[in-house]
């Protein structure tokens, strides 16, 4: 399996935005976090959360490619659980179909790293002192962060999780994050 420092490498050699790579520090946290939850493998988790959005910036423009390639540049390199959650956490565009509970997680996962983060940016405090009832009540304005898919962050009942549950441990796995990468 690809270590962490390759991971990190292989991501910079795709050249993402600051913002792209700040997703990927904040969908390994919660994908890290997730693992912890349910006594799966943390390394894994977190290296597909880091790894999941390889490919966007040559597949931006091509969204049904999107995860699809990043899967077949990994093969080999992350085990096909981890392949075959980063294939469906697109899989409104690339025609995967998520099914297990690693699907799931990175799904809501990284999903609702974007909804947290535009909420921090909205705060005096950021991150700190960030309640799941806040973030609850982003996620009923619809024009708020309006890219981010409401339906794959409710996906976390699917990977076991009710929301509380998830938007606490998602904003405690971020905190944590932005203090060791702050940026």
């Not at 991971?7 to 050699?13: D, H, I, N, Y």
């Amino acid at each position: 399996m690809i270590s962490r420092e390759k991971a990190l490498a292989l991501l910079e050699e795709h050249k993402p935005t600051p913002s792209l790579m700040q997703h990927a520090l904040a969908s390994e946290a919660v994908m890290r976090a997730l693992a912890r939850h349910f006594g799966e493998d943390e390394n894994l988790w977190g290296l597909t959360g880091l790894l999941h959005d390889l490919d966007y910036p040559t597949t931006a423009q091509h969204p049904e490619r999107h995860g699809l390639e990043t899967a077949e540049a990994l093969a080999g390199q992350l085990p096909p659980e981890a392949l075959a959650a980063i294939r469906s956490h697109n899989a409104e565009c690339n025609g995967s179909t998520p099914s297990s509970r690693f699907d799931f997680a990175l799904r809501c996962g990284e999903t609702v790293t974007g909804l947290i983060a535009a909420a921090a940016r909205m705060r005096p405090t950021g991150l700190q002192g960030m309640e799941p009832k806040s973030i609850k009540k982003k996620m009923k304005d619809k024009a708020f962060a309006a890219s981010v898919s409401r339906e794959n962050i409710k996906q976390c009942s699917l990977a076991g999780l009710d929301l509380d549950e998830f938007l606490t441990l998602a904003i405690t796995a971020m905190q944590t994050c932005s203090s060791s990468h702050s940026a």
